[in-house]
């Protein structure tokens, strides 16, 4: 469908939509070619991107080399321009998040896949799916008007009072930062990794849940340690995906993250993502090296990506080695 | 088959469109930058439509930066800037861009003390000092000594500041930067700063939203946004040691104060200015305006909507909340106008 007006626009003669469906269907030269101009072009984008990023921070890259990554300093007056606390805000708030989501997300497919009764099943996948599809800014207003009030007056409180001990739940709690900001990103990216995962436990064959419990195993057991093992990959791939968008989420973290540049031990400290700074700064940013500090931080976030998604495919890689398929013992 | 037949019918109106405008003797102009100005420039190149139908000015608010960036790259007729362009930004300019003042800007400090409804008092010294994180407490001497009657608590103050470039900050930071010698020389005046303390809130409605949720918080936000939300703010003392309450009388002083000290290329600093009414963390917004049109035709329409700008234009302002330019000012501008070739 999505080709035919394009097609059919300029003359309809010969060329009427349905023919040229029909000759689709049957021409395996031009489903070849349509399949194969999409993926090229997939991959024409994300070179074009790289390519674009490296060019236009060639100015910050030239001045500050990779000293760049560890700089702590962001001073645009001064014009000394550091990544580091942005890179640690980015991967703090990813981390809380998936710390929070992966059971959350990863058990709720569970339940709803093999537990929950179908009817209930259908329901509650399609509020997940909602949830997905609410406007970052809402999630963000959300956060700054519920959330941060709880988290100030009620959770870092209790927090400091059970854990405080430990130097994470420490200093003042001004409702904002980075423990308010993964919190609302675990929210974000719940429904990614509950609909991939419920997808792939339901993929699953269901022979090897008859055979599981054929040989006497409860549902449980059948579940744990039959269903979901043999989707392992396929979860590993929803956290992956979540992570992604987590590392790359822009308006609800630059709303509850507090937005200042600092590496703080505590996670009540306020902080800042690469992907925060850039949506803050980036209209104002008069000056070529200012500019082009911002644009590095958006390849240096490309490349955390990169990185994160390249340790994953090894994550899997590894445990796909000890028997993928295999009960384990 | 339906689908088909309305996509080029579609296309055919579109077509016959563009053709009618392209032909029609008019006048296209594009603009960018700064977003504080907005609504005055949008109901300003709205009314002048209205006037002269042949002409649409097309403004995009995408910030002061970016204005000038786009001006810089000849991708728009002209920018807007809340802060004028430095020696730099003009130098790269390969026709001398003019500045035209055109509205006034102020910032408020806004505040949430539980328990205080006063109106406080705030001294550059008492500004300066909290800004820099010298100063932490509300009951802090250099608060508590212009409050006389409020009981102030010994509380933290939690600062509150813009997280986006803005105008915004670039104003208060120019305030700081001229009663503060330790801030120029550690901060210093820009769209963006690497702030000593505090948290950072997005847009006006970031920083009001932050205050008012945290407890003992102190921000600044700009005065029409406070007004337009009827958000409480207090009192600053200006250059004269009078203590003045922002609005758009005394935003307008300042810059009538100014105007005596006005360069000809009007980039001029309006913040602690002198006079017993001037609120002192005021500003001009601009407009910048290439000194040489190629396209005459463009070049007689942006000469004459600034004029008419200046007169008719300027009693647009107050109902939008705007302090609108002293006649000093005025006067310096029509003269300016003919410098636009």
Same mark, same amino acid.
């Given at each position: 469908?999505?080709?035919? @007006? ?50 236009? &921070? ?35 708030? &990813? ?7 992966? !059971? ?44 941060? !009030? ?6 870092? @409180? ?46 699953? !064959? ?22 979901? !093992? ?30 200042? @540049? ?20 980036? &209209? ?43 009960? @384990?013992? | ?14 077509? +016959? ?10 006048? +296209? +102009? ?65 026709? #001398? ?26 001294? #550059? ?6 800004? +820099? ?19 102030? #608590? ?106 005596? %000290?006005?360069?000809?290329? %009007? ?16 500003? %001009? ?57």
């Amino acid at each position: 469908m999505a080709n035919t @007006p394009n097609a059919a626009a300029p003359a309809e003669l010969a060329w009427s939509p349905r023919a040229l469906l029909r000759r689709m269907r049957d021409a395996d030269e031009i489903a070849h070619l349509v399949t194969l101009i999409a993926a090229a072009t997939l991959l024409l984008i994300t070179v074009l991107l790289v390519y674009q990023l490296w060019i236009l &921070s060639a100015e910050s890259r030239h001045r500050f080399g990779w000293s760049f990554l560890v700089t702590r300093t962001w001073d645009p007056v001064a014009g000394e321009f550091g990544a580091l606390p942005f890179v640690f805000g980015t991967l703090v708030t &990813s981390a809380v998040a998936l710390a929070l989501a992966v !059971p959350l997300g990863v058990g709720a497919a569970i339940f709803l896949a093999e537990l929950a009764p179908p009817k209930l099943s259908s329901s509650l996948t399609f509020v997940s799916d909602l949830l997905a599809a609410v406007p970052s800014v809402i999630y963000g207003l959300l956060g700054v008007f519920l959330l941060v !009030p709880v988290m100030r007056t009620t959770i870092q @409180p209790a927090l400091k009072k059970t854990l405080g001990f430990l130097p994470l739940f420490q200093g003042p709690a001004y409702g904002i930062g980075f423990l308010t900001a993964g919190i609302v990103l675990a929210v974000m990216i719940v429904p990614f990794v509950l609909s991939v995962s419920r997808e792939v436990l339901l993929a699953v !064959p269901r022979d090897q849940r008859e055979a599981a419990l054929a040989l006497g195993a409860t549902k449980w057991e059948s579940t744990w340690k039959v269903v979901v !093992p043999a989707a392992r990959i396929g979860i590993f791939g929803s956290v992956f995906l979540a992570l992604a968008r987590a590392l790359g989420e822009t308006m609800a973290v630059t709303m509850v993250i507090g937005n200042n @540049p600092k590496i703080a031990a505590s996670l009540f400290s306020p902080g800042y993502s690469i992907a925060a700074v850039l949506a803050n700064e980036f &209209s104002e940013a008069t000056g070529n090296l200012y500019l082009s500090a911002l644009i590095e931080l958006g390849l240096v976030l490309f490349l955390l990506t990169f990185v994160l998604n390249g340790l994953a495919r090894l994550l899997i890689l590894v445990t796909t080695a000890r028997g993928s398929g295999v009960l @384990p013992s | 088959m339906r689908i088909v037949k309305t996509f080029s019918v579609l296309a055919v109106l579109l077509a +016959l469109a563009t053709i009618a405008v392209a032909q029609g003797g008019q006048i +296209l +102009l594009n603009a960018a930058g700064a977003t504080f100005p907005y609504p005055m420039y949008s109901k300003w190149f709205d009314e002048y439509h209205k006037i002269h139908s042949n002409v649409q000015i097309n403004y995009q608010s995408i910030g002061s930066g970016g204005g000038i960036r786009q001006l810089l790259d000849k991708t728009v007729d002209f920018g807007a800037s809340d802060g004028p362009m430095n020696d730099d930004q003009l130098k790269q300019a390969t026709v #001398p861009i003019l500045h035209f003042p055109t509205v006034l800007g102020a910032d408020v400090p806004s505040y949430n003390l539980p328990g205080v409804s006063a109106e406080l008092n705030f001294t #550059p010294e008492a500004l300066g000092g909290i800004f +820099l994180g010298k100063i932490t407490k509300w009951n802090d001497p250099a608060i508590t000594s212009v409050n006389p009657g409020v009981k102030l #608590p010994s509380e933290d103050i939690v600062v509150v500041h813009r997280s986006d470039g803005s105008g915004t900050t670039y104003i208060w930071t120019d305030y700081l930067s001229k009663i503060s010698p330790e801030w120029q020389q550690k901060v210093g005046k820009a769209t963006s700063v690497n702030w000593p303390v505090g948290l950072g809130g997005k847009g006006n409605e970031g920083v009001a939203g932050l205050v008012q949720q945290t407890p003992n918080s102190l921000g600044y936000v700009e005065l029409i946004y406070a007004i337009q939300n009827k958000i409480a703010y207090g009192q600053v003392k200006n250059s004269s040691g009078v203590f003045v309450k922002a609005d758009l009388a005394s935003v307008s002083a300042a810059a009538a104060a100014a105007s005596k %000290f006005m360069p000809d290329d %009007f980039r001029v600093s309006i913040t602690n200015a002198e006079g017993k009414a001037a609120y002192p963390i005021s500003s %001009f917004t601009w407009l910048l305006i290439p000194a040489k049109f190629t396209d005459t035709a463009k070049r007689d329409v942006v000469k004459d909507f600034l004029n008419w700008m200046m007169t008719q234009g300027q009693q647009d302002c107050e109902a939008l909340s705007y302090a609108k330019l002293p006649k000093e000012v005025v006067a310096l501008e029509m003269k300016a106008i003919a410098k636009i070739q």
